[in-house]
C-alpha cells in the first residue's frame, strides 16, 4: 500500500522527537507463534522526502533545514564516542601508529631485511663500523616501512571530518532509496529501543558496537548507516572491498565510513598487521564497527556460509587481551525486492522487438556471465532503477552480546583451562574451533530475527506448488498456510498492517514484476505462474532455513514414495530414513545451517512436527522407538500437498548436487591418455554448468536453478572437502586452483570402446543422490538415460582434457592437497 507522504514536520508515528531527545513508543513483541498483526510493533523509519517538482518550497525548506543541522538532523550528542570532526582522521593514524603490535612489526620486517642485507654484504659498501651501519640502515628500513604503513592507512581508514557532509550524505542517500524503496525502511521499535539502550551502556564503557549484518545488497550498509544516523547512534566504520574505491563514489563512501580493504591480502604480513592494528584501535577506542558475516554478497538468497577473515582479526583483539570487551549484534536486512536481481529493458535491433538484459545482476553472475569490475558509468547506467517501486526494507536486530562472554563460555567446553583477563594463548586447531562458533551462531542468530516478506511468500508457494500455474485464490489460502507454518517454526512475518490476504498477494505481485510472474487473463479467476523460476529462487530460498530438516526427511521419505503402489509398498524403516537423512545432510553441510543438536535428536524432532500436522505417520514400538514412517492417510487425501512442499523446496539443490557428480564422471581420463592430467577447476565449473543447461533441455534434469554457479561451486568445495576430488594450487600467487578424480574415486572404462561404464565408488555415490530426486513427467531414471547422460558428460570432459594444462603439472602446480580429507559422506553426521 502506498504510504501516505507527510510533510517535512512530521515524523513516523512511533517516534516522538522533542528538540535533541528521541524517544521510540513501542507496542508489543514481534514475531514467534501466533498472530503478527492484532499489534503492530514496527514502523517505516525513513519517509519519503519532498521533490522539487511536486513541492518547491518544501523541498527548499528541507535542504535547508538539513544544511543548518536543525534539530536530531544536526547529529549532535550521538550515543558513542566523537565522530565527525576535524582531526578525526589524523588522531586515529596516530593512535594506529602508536600500537605496540605495529611498531614491533615494523622492527621486526625492518631485522630481517636487515640481516638479509648483511649476509649479501651490502652493507660493506658503507663506512664507519658495523654497529653504526646496522643502526643507521635499520632507522632507514623503519622509516620507509612507516612511509608505507601512513600510505596504506590514508588508502584504508574512515575519514569522518565533516558533520556538514555527512548531513548532505543522508539527505543524499534518503532520497535515492526511498525513490527505490517507495515503502522505506522498517524496524522493529522493541528492537530498536534495545539497541540504543545497549549503545548507552557500551558508550559509558568506551566499548564497541560490532554490527554484523547478512549481505544481500549494497544497500545494506546504506540502511544500517541511515538507522543509526535517524536514531543518534554512532555510525559504524564498515568493512567495505577496494573494489569499490572507484573515482568519485569511493572518497564519498570513505568519508562517510567506509574502511578500504584489499580482497586478498596475500602473503603481506605488514599490511595484515595494519588491518589488526586499526581494527585493534577502533575497539579500545569505542567506536562502532560493521563487516559482513558472508564476506560477499548472497546471489542465492539464502545465508552463505560465514567468512572468518575479519572475524578473526576481531576474536583476536579480545582473545589476546589487547581489547577488554566488545558488543555483537547480529542484524537481518530484508527487501521486497533486491535491486541487484532487477531487470533493465533495451529496445532490440527491430521497433517489435525487446530484449531484457540483466545489467551487473545477481542471475547473470549466476547464469555463467563474468563479474565485471565495479565502475561509476555502470553505477550511473543503472539510475533507471531508482525511479523503481521495490518496496520495503526490513532490518532486524538480535539482542546484542558480550564476545568476551562468549569466549569464555567457549574456553570452558576445552580440555586446558585458560585465563580469557590475562590475555589467552589457544593453538590454532583450539582458536579455530571459537571461530566457527562464533561465526555460525551469528548466522543462526540473523536467521531467528529474519522477516519474511510478501514476496518471499509468494515466490516459496509459487515454486512448491504442481502444475503449470495457480488461481489467485488457492495462492493466497497456501500463502496463508505459510505464514502459519513460519509462525509455527518460530519464524517471522513481515506485518501486513491488517490487510487481508489477497491485498498482500496482489502487492508482492505487482512488486516482483511481470517478468518474473506472469499472469493469464481472460480466465474464471487470475491465474499466475512463474516466468522464471531461476530468478524467483532467489525469494523462496528466504524461507527455506526455517524448513530445512522437514525438507530433508521428506526428500530421504521420496526414496520409496516414487516407487508408487499403495501405502504398505511406501512406508520406510526409520533405520532407512536415519541413512538417507544422514547421507543428506552431510551432503548439504556447507550449503545450508543446521540447528545444533545433532541428528538423532533433530531427526526425532522434525518427525514429531511432521506428525503433529498430520502429514506423516510414525509407527513406534511400546517403548517410543519409531519403526516405521509413512504419509498419514489425510495427507494423502489432501493430494501430498504439504508433504510436497517440503520436497519442492530441497529438490533443486539435490539436483545440483547429483550434476555435480554427473560432471564429475565426465573428468576420467581417456582410456589411452596420461592419467595424471589436472584440470582448471573454474573451467570445470564452467562446463558442469553448461552439461547441466544440456540435460535441462533435453530433459534430463527438471529444475534451471541446478546450474545456478554458487551452487555448483559449493557442491565442488564439498566433493574436496571428502577426497573425492584433489584440488592443488598453483606456485604463483594468482594462479588457478587445478583439480582431478582422486584415484580411488575414478570411475573405470570399458577397455574396448572406451566408454565409461555405469558403476564404481563414484557412479554409487552418484546413485545414492538420485535416489531423492525428483522422478518426473520430463525425465525417468533407467538404463537408457544413464547412457545418455554418461556419453554427455563424457563428451563435455574430453573438451577439458584437450585443453588441460601442461604435461607436467609438477612443474606449474604445488601438488599438496588444498583440503584435508574429512570422513565419508555415507557415514553418520549432523543434521
Known sequence: ??????????????????????????SGFTGGPGSQNDQ???????????????????????????????????????????????????????????????????KELAELRLSVEEKEGLLEIRQGPLDKRRTQRRNELETSLKEVVDSILDNMICKMESKRFIRGAYYLSTQLLTRAYHQGIHVSSEEVLRLRSVAEEASQKKQSIVFLPCHKSHVDYVSLQLICYRLGIGLPVVVAGDNLNIPLLGPFLQHAGAMWIRRSFGNDPLYNTVV??????????GFNFECFIEGGRSRTGKLLSPKFGILSFILDSVLSGRVDDTIICPVSTQYDKVIETEYVTHRGPSPTSISLTLRRSYISELLGQPKRKENLADFLSSSSVLSLKLGRVDVRFHKPWSLKEFIAQQLTRLPNQFDLNNGTQLNQAERGRILRTMGYRVLSDINNVSVMMPTALVGTVLLTLRGRGVGKGELVRRVDWLCERVRAKGGRVAHFYRHPTDVVVDRAIEVLGHNIVGEIAGLVEPTYYAVDRFQLSFYRNMTIHLFITEALVSAAMYTRIKQGGGPSFQRMSYSDLLNQVSFLSQLFRGEFIFPPEGLTTNLERTLQGLEKDGVITVTRESSGVPTFVELSESERICGRENYDFYCFLVWPFIEASWLGTVSLLGLTPPLHGPKDVWIDLKKAQDSAQLLGKTLYHQGDLSYFEAVNKETLKNSYQRFAEEGIILVVKGKEPRASPVMRIAPEWTPERDPASGKLLARGRLWDFTELIAQSRREGKNRRDGATVSSRVLTMSDAVGRILFQSAASPNPEDSVDVSPRQTRRKDLTTPSKL
Open 1 to 26: 500500500m502506498p504510504l501516505r507522504k507527510a510533510p517535512v514536520e512530521q515524523f513516523p508515528p512511533d517516534l516522538e522527537i522533542v528538540g535533541d531527545k528521541l524517544t521510540i513508543h513501542p
Open 276 to 285: 589488526q592494528a586499526y581494527i585493534d584501535t577502533l575497539l579500545q577506542q
Open 40 to 106: 503492530i510493533t514496527e514502523r517505516n523509519l525513513v519517509h519519503h522526502m519532498a521533490r522539487f517538482r511536486a513541492n518547491p518550497f518544501d523541498f527548499l525548506r528541507e535542504v535547508s533545514l538539513y544544511m543548518s543541522g536543525t534539530g536530531w538532523r544536526a547529529y549532535d550528542n550521538v550515543i558513542g564516542q566523537p565522530i565527525y570532526y576535524n582531526g578525526f582522521s589524523e588522531r586515529m593514524k596516530s593512535h594506529i601508529f602508536a600500537s605496540p603490535l605495529l611498531q614491533g612489526k615494523i
